[in-house]
């Protein structure tokens, strides 16, 4: 009898979901760019109001507050940003040399309850495996922060860990949308209303003073004279901190912040400090102390990991802070630091516990999106699979080629 594949399971980044109607099979895409981009463009460059959602809350079985639901959900992964490596997985997939499965997720709600629905899939689609294979676990981006606490309880379920630009520790960069929304030159393809509902956006930030900092600097926050806040100075988990320095909305021209509104962004907080304090914040300790191991350090030695990601780009670390007049210039970083653009080198090369890993640096000029369509990535994905296979593995490199060309 034949082999069963190598089983993989890829869980993309933020904004790396399509998403469309609940139900609604024949439904036009709420968010498939760029078709959707130019369809929100043409309406008023308006930034997608139509993933705005609900402001309003509810409590949970936990007595945890839990943003209300829309009628909109994730329904694939997003080609556009990722063509290249979608191409390649399917194309494997479909050959029968990989068995695939893709986790897209709505990359709108908070992290705390889209990390549960992942969870709940990853360990369905390891623990119903009728050829009881280890995984390997595919990660971009945010898809890194939402599996690790899987990875973490349950390491005999994967072989190997491809974590690419993983964004486990903390960053500020997100008030800039919050501020502006999301621009690509005069595109707007976030508006900044949009992005206020979000509550995915709020869990970012540093638990200031039991969470660590590797920016560059002492803090994400510095004064124009370059000294850097502490916490005590300004927490951006702090509702009364973004009344203070006009953060977020509470900083929007001629606008009165209704009660709803500001109740939404405290219970947004709420939500993401939850989140990073059950996941990431362990009193302080640094983040390869075993207290981040839900197992014995012992049983996560048969697991692979390797970290890919780039330090071509000078890449935002701190925002400045005006204590005169209690205001954030979002506008631009103050302080930058090596990295993908997104993420500076050392955010993407963390793995709390401090367990082995590989470190792999991109394709020189890759980005924090563009670097998981790099034919590298592509040959470390090969050689992760087929490591025992050499029959499958040219089959494979066969299909790179095809892909990337040569």
Known sequence: MDAPPPLVIYV????????????????????????????????????????????????DEHGNDVQDEDDIEATDCLPYVQAKLLTLLDILNEKGLIELHKIPWDWRRSLEETEMKI??????????????RKATLLTHSTGCKLAWPTVSRNPHYFSSWINCAGCILASNVFLQEFQQGWKLGRV?????????????????????????????????????DGK???????????????????????????????LEESMHVEKSLAAGKRFREKYYVRGGKPMDSSAFLARLRSEYDHLKIVCYGSASHQTHSAFEVNLENNTVDVTESKLTALGDGTLFEKNWQAVPGGLDLDIVMAEEGSTHVSLVNDKKLANLL?????????VSKASALAVVKSVHGK
Not at 16 to 33: D, H, M, T
């Open 12 to 59: 993309p980044g933020l904004y790396s979901s399509v998403l469309g109607k609940k139900q609604a099979r024949f439904a036009p895409n709420e968010w498939k760019i760029p078709t959707t981009l130019l369809f929100s463009l043409v309406t008023g460059n308006r930034g997608h109001r139509n993933l705005a959602l609900p402001i309003t809350w509810k409590k």
């Open 382 to 390: 090969v050689d992760t699979f087929f490591s025992k296979d050499e």
């Open 228 to 258: 850097f806040l502490t916490h005590e100075d300004i927490d951006a988990y702090n509702i009364e901190d973004w009344k203070k320095f006009k953060l977020g909305v509470f900083g929007w021209e001629n606008k009165e912040v209704t």
């Open 119 to 132: 969870s709940a899939q990853l360990e369905s689609i390891c623990a119903n495996d009728v050829h009881h």
């Open 188 to 224: 707007s393809l976030l508006g900044k209303e949009t992005a206020f509902t979000l509550g995915s956006l709020y869990c970012y930030f540093r638990v200031a003073k039991n969470e660590g900092w590797v920016g560059a600097g002492d803090s994400e926050f510095i004064t124009p």
